[in-house]
């Protein structure tokens, strides 16, 4: 089932090892530290530039809201540099660009994790009460953007395209191909990568869920050998909740 095309061809003549490591790990490593700095230093500048400040006052609330997805840029930064300085570049080394299987099985995959998150919160329900359970941070940046449509437009956008392609990157192209070169069993490189998903998202009360998730979208990396199909599969997951938060405003 698992058809690493890529993985199972010889190394390219960049494709080293650092430290001991083949570069994914470094890769992933950079992203992650990356995700995290500059969390950080936008909470800083954000808690800094509004003390004192009227929030009703600020004329164009949006843009500030936004910045607030830019960590998500770093997760896909080092994989990216990773691939063109040690590897064949983003399309030969990860598949990122989908093909029409990749289509029809990261549709699929991804139909079946919004199922997966459906039954599991329905589960979630039961331990942590309606309120807790269904809490969204996509309705906090509805909130934050009063209902203007050109911003939740973008914020849909990225929701649906960016967010997807960063982590995608990340878990399913470097992490896991750094993995297969070591010999990691392709199902504890399925679980991994999913639980490193859930734990990246912040959400305790949804980790049981967002594994659920990540194992079915990772599902489409694990058949198809390609990043590609996941990706799909991945913003499949994201599009019904970014369309309800364009409709619901």
Avoid at 17 to 41: K, P
Avoid at 220 to 238: D, E, P, Q, W
Wanted: a negative charge; glycine letters at 14%.
């Amino acid at each position: 089932m698992d058809q690493e095309h890529d993985q199972g061809d010889p190394p390219a003549v960049r494709d080293g090892m650092v430290l001991g490591a083949h570069w994914g790990f470094l890769a992933f490593f950079t992203g992650v530290g990356g995700y995290y700095l500059t969390s950080l230093v936008l909470a800083a500048v954000l808690v800094g530039g509004f003390t004192g400040t009227n929030m009703l006052d600020v004329p164009e609330i949006g843009p500030v809201i936004l910045v607030v997805f830019l960590p998500n840029l770093a997760l896909g930064l080092g994989p990216a540099l990773g691939s063109w300085l040690r590897g064949r570049g983003l399309r030969a080394e990860f598949g990122l660009l989908p093909d029409v299987r990749d289509l029809k099985v990261g549709l699929a995959c991804g139909g079946f994790a919004l199922l997966t998150g459906y039954v599991l919160n329905l589960l979630l329900i039961a331990v942590y009460g309606s309120g807790r359970a269904w809490e969204d941070p996509l309705s906090e940046v509805s909130e934050g953007l009063g209902g203007t449509t050109v911003w939740l437009l973008v914020t849909a956008a990225i929701v649906v395209l960016l967010a997807p392609l960063t982590e995608e990157l990340l878990l399913r192209g470097a992490l896991w191909k750094a993995l297969r070169h070591h010999r990691v069993p392709a199902w504890v490189i399925l679980l991994l990568t999913a639980l490193v998903f859930a734990l990246l998202h912040g959400e305790s009360h949804r980790t049981v869920a967002l594994l659920g998730q990540g194992v079915a979208i990772g599902a489409a990396r694990l058949i198809t050998g390609r990043t590609g199909a996941s990706l799909v599969a991945h913003a499949a997951n994201n599009l019904p909740p970014a369309v309800l938060l364009v409709a619901a405003s």
